[in-house]
């Protein structure tokens, strides 16, 4: 019901900034909490941070520093501004979104960092 499309992921050298955006689109009433949540080969997808409709944020520990989250709900968009990146941030990034107590996937942005 809710289609999420991720973009902005790359190549990028240790302690550069990268910006993801992701875009939800069908039926996109009633988006609640949308978050980012990344996965690197071999690992558990981890949470990178969350934010509600009313801009309340939570971040995994090892974003908080260096990573914001924020978005838009007119139109509903999601966005991560990634900072001093390094090697141990290369992962999938994906986009996730609730409504109405249910839990939707994008398919996910490449992030590689390079030493």
């Known amino acids: 019901q809710v289609l999420l499309v991720e973009s902005g992921g790359g190549l990028v050298q240790a302690g550069g900034s990268l910006r993801l955006s992701c875009a939800a689109s069908g039926i996109i009433y009633n988006i609640n909490t949308m978050g980012w949540y990344r996965q690197a080969p071999g690992k558990q997808r981890e949470l990178v941070g969350s934010i509600t409709r009313g801009g309340m944020t939570n971040y995994a520990g090892s974003a908080r520093a260096r990573f914001t989250i924020s978005r838009d709900n007119t139109p509903n968009m999601l966005f991560l501004q990634m900072n001093n990146l390094k090697p141990e941030d290369t992962a999938v990034y994906y986009c996730?979104?609730?409504?109405?107590?249910?839990?939707?996937w994008g398919q996910g942005t490449q992030v590689t960092v390079s030493s």
């Open positions: 996730q979104a609730n409504r109405e107590g249910r839990t939707f």
